[in-house]
């Protein structure tokens, strides 16, 4: 079975621009979380996703969005975007996101804020 | 609110020597813990979790974990340590709403001698 995958793996913006990142979970799984990586700040959960609705979110601003598909593909969307947005984004899935349920985490995209 | 302290930032041990990475998490009630760990340029990778009954835990590669109530602490061990195990490693419990949150340490970064 296929992993989660994330395109792109790197990107490089400038400030004040916008990204989207998409994310495809394992196949059979309908929920999918993103984080952010950062040296200064760790793993932050940014939101999940399950059935197209966002059911948990992290504490980042309004610029940070998402969404969900009906075959469960995520996208990320960073709106207006500041140096230090530079981070890894990582996005994982699970069959319904609830309790132990293990997340499958993606190689991520790199995200370079220029 | 939940939260995860691996207390260790980095660690050398020598190719062989036996291993332990301390993870203390603060949760109300009995919690889903993780252990994932990360190589360089690559996403998450998960070693073991737990969510109830036998508190030792086993996972892939030899990675072993125990779950103390009393102590807060869900410790990650390995009798011996190869070179290929140098990465870094993350302690996560589930968030509150219990939906596709993870709450991450701040990583423990492994380095092996030879």
């Known amino acids: 079975k296929a992993g989660v995958t994330q395109t792109p793996r790197y990107l490089i913006k400038t400030r004040g621009q916008q990204v989207t990142l998409s994310c495809s979970p394992i196949s059979g799984h309908r929920s999918v979380s993103w984080y952010q990586q950062t040296p200064g700040q760790g793993l932050q959960f940014l939101f999940e996703y399950f059935s197209e609705t966002q059911r948990n979110k992290g504490n980042f601003p309004g610029r940070f969005s998402g969404r969900q598909f009906s075959n469960s593909r995520s996208e990320m969307n960073v709106s207006t975007l500041e140096l230090g947005d530079s981070a890894l984004y990582l996005c994982?899935?699970?069959?319904?996101?609830?309790?132990?349920?293990?997340?499958?985490f993606g190689p991520g995209t790199r995200l370079l804020v220029l | 609110a939940q939260s995860v302290t691996q207390p260790d930032i980095h660690i050398t041990v020598s190719e062989g020597a036996s291993l332990e990475l301390r993870c203390n998490y603060s949760y109300g009630a009995t919690p889903y813990l993780f252990w994932y760990v990360q190589s360089p340029g690559q996403g998450l990778q998960l070693l073991l979790k737990y969510f109830s009954g036998d508190t030792l835990v086993q996972g892939i590669k030899g990675f072993e974990a125990e779950f103390k109530r009393s102590q807060s602490s869900f410790n990650l061990r390995k009798p011996s340590v190869h070179w290929s195990d140098a990465a870094e490693y993350f302690c996560a419990v589930v968030g509150s709403g219990n939906t596709g949150k993870l709450i991450f340490g701040q990583g423990t970064t492994l380095q092996v001698k030879p």
């Open positions: 994982a899935s699970s069959l319904a996101g609830t309790g132990g349920e293990t997340q499958y």
